[in-house]
């Protein structure tokens, strides 16, 4: 059986690294996968969405499609053995980017929708 480590790396209260469970480490991972910009991992330099990037585009209904295709496409591309996304959506307002994921996890069948925040007060 694998482990999931908690991200970010923690200890627990036993002194020992922390365990993530499933559904905890699966939405770490899509975490990393909206606010890792392609070409900051050095031995994976097309990993993560670009989704960053939004508050500096122009608003316009084609921006939000094209948004919304390119994350959905980059969280099939590395978290498609875990996951099968319904639906993204990404609100920029000011420096506060808000994004909601709708997924399925593939070996529970178990529908989450989880909120992620960048930038400004959280």
Known sequence: MAT???FPYQLDGRGRTRQATTAEYVRQLVEQVLFTSPGERVNLPDFGS???QIPF??????MAAATQFTVQ????????????VLSVTADSVNEKLTVTVTYVLLNTGVTEV???VAGGAQ
């Open 114 to 116: 989880q909120t992620f």
């Open 4 to 6: 999931n480590l908690y």
């Open 73 to 84: 496409g980059a969280l099939q591309k590395w978290l498609g053995h875990s996951i099968k």
């Open 50 to 52: 670009g989704l960053l």
């Open 57 to 62: 585009a122009p608003n316009s209904l084609e």
